[in-house]
């Protein structure tokens, strides 16, 4: 059973906001897609809450109902990336401003695209045929074993 705490988080640096603290992460999530329609009135309310914001306060209120701390974390870091590759920034310098891998840094300047990977072909026919094991046929054990082996020399011998 999950357990919910309320806990109030700095954001911006000095801006304090309450938000449900889960005790188990959010990575686990369902992989329930929602149809166009709903999703499209889910961003009408969602950008109309944002339209209404005055001030930082409502903002990081606003964020604070549906991102977790570690999100809005991540959400920051992300937003100091980007705020520093507009001002020309070395990748060394985000880096160590931010916190983040180059990788991440990367990342963020494609535009959160993952580069395209192309699929291994699997084919039905195996590529390369078997070769077939000869079996081995070992002398039988116990007495007398080497006779066939011995008679065989004996016939061959000129003497």
Do not use: C
């Amino acid at each position: 059973m999950r357990s919910n705490a309320l806990e109030r988080i700095s954001v911006f640096g000095h801006l304090y906001i309450s938000v449900f603290q889960n005790s188990k992460n959010m990575g686990f999530t369902s992989k329930k897609y929602f149809d166009e329609a709903f999703k499209n009135k889910i961003w009408k309310d969602f950008l109309r809450e944002i339209g209404n914001v005055k001030d930082k306060n409502q903002l990081v209120e606003i964020l604070g109902k549906a991102l977790t701390q570690k999100e809005i974390n991540l959400l920051e870091k992300r937003l100091a990336v980007l705020f520093l590759l507009k001002s020309d920034s070395p990748y060394r310098k985000i880096a160590e401003i931010a916190d983040v891998h180059y990788n991440t840094i990367s990342f963020i300047k494609k535009g959160l695209k993952k580069p395209v990977r192309t699929p291994k072909k699997y084919s039905a026919m195996p590529s390369k045929k078997k070769k077939k094991k000869e079996k081995l046929i070992l002398p039988p054990y116990g007495r007398g074993r080497w006779k066939p082996l011995y008679d065989a020399l004996d016939k061959t011998r000129p003497y």
